[in-house]
C-alpha cells in the first residue's frame, strides 16, 4: 500500500497564487508517475498535472497551461502542484495519485493510489 497525503488547499481570491504538496509514504515498482486531479461538484474527475518520477517529465491539462507547474523532490516522495493566476473554475478538491505503469497519465484509471484530497476554493 501507498500511503498519499495533500496539503495546501484553503481558500483564496482570484489571481493569487497556492502551492499544493502531496507526500508520498513510499514508492512502488508501479508508480511510475504522480498526477493531480481535480473534481468540482457535479463534474468528472479531471485531469491536472503529471510528474515521471525519474526523467521529471510533465503534462498538464490544457486548462492549466501556463498557469501551474508541477515539480517533484524525490527524496522526500513529494510532488508539488504550483498553482498561479487561480481562476474561479479552478475550485475543485484537488487529488493527487500514484500510478502510471501503463502510460495513462491523463486518465484516473491510469493510477493505483489516491490521496484523500484537498479543497482549494477560488472567489471572485
Known amino acids: 500500500q501507498v500511503q498519499l497525503v495533500e496539503s495546501g488547499g484553503g481558500l483564496v481570491q482570484a489571481g493569487v497564487s497556492l502551492r499544493l504538496s502531496c507526500a508520498a509514504s513510499r514508492r512502488t515498482y508501479s508508480s511510475i508517475a504522480m498526477g493531480w486531479f481535480r473534481q468540482a461538484p457535479g463534474k468528472e474527475r479531471e485531469f491536472v498535472a503529471a510528474i515521471t518520477w525519474s526523467a521529471g517529465t510533465t503534462y498538464y491539462g490544457d486548462s492549466v497551461k501556463g498557469r501551474f507547474t508541477i515539480s517533484k523532490d524525490n527524496a522526500k516522495n513529494t510532488v508539488y502542484l504550483q498553482m498561479n493566476s487561480l481562476k474561479p473554475e479552478d475550485t475543485a478538491v484537488y487529488y493527487c495519485?500514484?500510478?502510471?505503469?501503463?502510460?495513462?497519465?491523463?486518465?484516473?484509471?491510469?493510477?493505483?493510489?489516491w490521496g484523500q484530497g484537498t479543497q482549494v476554493t477560488v472567489s471572485s
Open positions: 495519485a500514484a500510478g502510471g505503469a501503463d502510460g495513462r497519465y491523463y486518465y484516473p484509471i491510469g493510477y493505483d493510489y
